[in-house]
């Protein structure tokens, strides 16, 4: 967590970061319903900027030119009262991540790589931001200490219930809130 007072407003957003299958896109919007606020998907995102699937995109500019399109795209993101589910790779985007931080709290929804693994399989179609050769168990390994770097506040995501997840999310919120 960095030196900057973290608060829970109404005039911030909240973002959540982590791996695929993590239950980002689940919990957003059950988030975003105990908030009454709106919610947004970072890779509809993108995918409405090129007009294509996630995973075209990533296959036609490769695994390089997507991050740093994405990072391109994300990192002037202005939202309000939203709760933003980023791509697991927005992590890599340091102006990005910056930017998310700018607006509010980032919440990292972790789970146990074997979780990761029976959740996600090999990602084929997903839009997995992933090397050619690299597994995912190595992508989950590489990008775990990211995640930790950025996070306010984590929450399992493989120990309790999208329900459960997301009201330990709003009870945090509320302790922090202004």
């Known amino acids: ?68 399109a994405e990072e391109e795209i994300l990192s002037t993101l202005g939202v309000l009262r939203t709760v933003v589910s980023t791509g697991g790779s927005v992590v890599y985007g340091e102006k990005t991540m910056e930017r998310l931080k700018s607006l509010g709290p980032v919440v990292y929804l972790r789970m146990e790589c074997k979780t990761c693994l029976q959740r996600v399989g090999e990602g084929y179609g997903r839009g997995l931001a992933i090397k050619p050769d690299q597994s995912l168990e190595s992508l989950y390994n590489e990008r775990v200490p990211l995640y930790e770097r950025y996070a306010d506040f984590t929450v399992d995501t493989d120990k309790f219930s999208s329900d459960e997840c997301a009201e330990k999310i709003f009870q945090w919120l509320k302790s922090i809130q202004e």
């Not at 105990?34 to 090129?50: A, G, M, N, R």
């Open 1 to 68: 967590m960095s030196d900057r007072e973290l608060v829970f407003s109404d005039g911030c957003a909240v973002s959540l970061i982590g791996m695929a299958g993590a239950g980002k896109s689940t919990l957003a919007p059950l988030l975003a319903t105990k908030l009454d606020w709106q919610f947004i998907d970072t890779d509809q995102v993108v995918e409405s900027f090129y007009g294509k699937p996630l995973q075209d995109i990533v296959d036609y500019l490769g695994l390089a030119d997507f991050r740093k």
